[in-house]
């Protein structure tokens, strides 16, 4: 049996990290879904600069977009909800044979909003009702400016992606504002089931200390990802979630992030073997899918109690690593990080958009 689909039988959700147009008109996406249990997929503002200004798939539609007088953020939407639109309805059939659980897309609220709540909270609204799809996720980063966007967004009514998050203390307070909405939805009389999934970035926790502690390489990521796991069965066990459950509430899915391998001396399927677990998701790029598709395999599931993690965060601590600090600093560099990469895409996109343009007509302008 493929150990993609030995993932999927176990209980874990295969997405796939990254939208390109060219992967939709091929057919590649319909071939992942039908072959490699592939049953969603995640955006970032890096994936769609490569997808649009790396190729001529969108020139068409930037051409009749800027002929509109569409142009920035607004182009780019438009663009991008096209693509998700697309793979929304592909995992349409995943979606409803799960009830919603699975079969979903992501798509970032402006990460130029990371420090606007209000800001985040109208937006994330705005480009859902747009997509017209229940099955999209809109992106949220789990900072202290985005938990009550987070929470004021789920109450609302729309799906959200809580993204950003580095540590099981990040993770918890996501949860918390997801149980926060959801209580206040059932009190309100309100449908409790609004998906969610809450994103622990793993890779670049090992990228951060890869010359710290090299007797302990490419096991801080994973370390970090046991001890959030065991906070996220504690939460599923708990009298709270379980008095939600009762009233048709679902649970707010773990989501595994930056989990292709960093490090070219460590195996290309290190994090996809290490985080198989019922009941979360994997999102892993295109060349990670491939090769766990080849050679991977898997060999058993986290353990509920976070197995190991304690005693190798601990050796972290006596060579001087300070987790709760470094997934601050990690939390700070990618949301900048994705701030960076929204301003290139969107001046390359500006840039294609004006060599797209039509030449201007001689002696334009002449009686």
């Known amino acids: 049996m493929n150990a993609t689909r030995q993932l999927h039988d176990l209980g874990q959700s295969l997405w796939l990290d990254n939208i390109t147009r060219g992967i939709l008109n091929d057919g590649t996406l319909r071939r992942y879904i039908n072959e490699l249990s592939v049953t969603g997929l995640t955006s970032n503002p890096t994936i769609f600069d490569h997808a649009i200004t790396k190729g001529d798939f969108y020139d068409a539609s930037i051409r009749r977009k800027a002929a509109e007088g569409k142009a920035g953020e607004t182009l780019f939407f438009e663009l991008a909800l096209e693509d998700l639109v697309r793979a929304a309805d592909l995992f349409r059939p995943v979606y409803d044979a799960t009830g919603g659980v699975d079969g979903w897309v992501s798509l970032e609220v402006s990460p130029l909003l990371a420090n606007d709540t209000a800001g985040t909270i109208r937006a994330a609204a705005q480009l859902h009702g747009r997509a017209q799809r229940p099955n999209l996720l809109i992106k949220i980063p789990g900072?202290?400016?985005?938990?009550?966007?987070?929470?004021?967004?789920?109450?609302?009514?729309?799906?959200?992606?809580?993204?950003?998050?580095?540590?099981?203390?990040?993770?918890?307070a996501a949860a918390a504002a997801y149980l926060r909405?959801?209580?206040?939805r059932i009190a309100a009389g309100l449908d409790p089931h609004v998906g969610s999934v809450a994103s622990l970035f793993v890779s670049r926790w090992d990228v951060a200390v890869h010359d710290t502690v090299p007797a302990?390489?490419?096991?801080?990521?994973?370390?970090?990802?046991?001890?959030?796991y065991r906070a996220y069965r504690?939460?599923?066990a708990s009298p709270r979630w379980r008095a939600l459950a009762a009233k048709g509430a679902r649970p707010q899915r773990l989501l595994w992030a930056s989990t292709g391998t960093k490090d070219p001396d460590a195996p290309d399927t290190l994090y996809v073997e290490a985080l198989a677990a019922p009941e979360t998701i994997n999102t892993i790029p295109e060349k990670t899918l491939a090769a766990f598709a080849d050679h991977g395999r898997v060999t058993g599931v986290l353990p509920p109690d976070g197995g190991d993690a304690d005693t190798v965060l601990a050796e972290?601590?006596?060579?001087?690593?300070?987790?709760?600090?470094?997934?601050?600093?990690?939390?700070?560099?990618?949301?900048?990080?994705?701030?960076?990469?929204?301003?290139?895409?969107?001046?390359?996109?500006?840039?294609?958009?004006?060599?797209?343009?039509p030449p201007a007509r001689s002696g334009a302008g002449k009686p």
């Open 143 to 172: 900072t202290p400016e985005g938990v009550p966007a987070i929470e004021e967004s789920i109450f609302g009514g729309v799906p959200v992606n809580v993204t950003l998050l580095f540590s099981a203390a990040q993770y918890v």
């Open 181 to 184: 909405a959801i209580e206040r």
């Open 216 to 228: 302990l390489r490419n096991r801080l990521g994973i370390a970090i990802a046991r001890r959030t």
């Open 234 to 236: 504690d939460l599923l």
């Open 316 to 357: 972290f601590a006596r060579a001087g690593v300070d987790d709760a600090a470094l997934a601050a600093r990690l939390q700070r560099e990618g949301t900048a990080s994705f701030d960076a990469s929204w301003r290139d895409l969107l001046d390359r996109l500006a840039a294609k958009r004006a060599a797209l343009a």
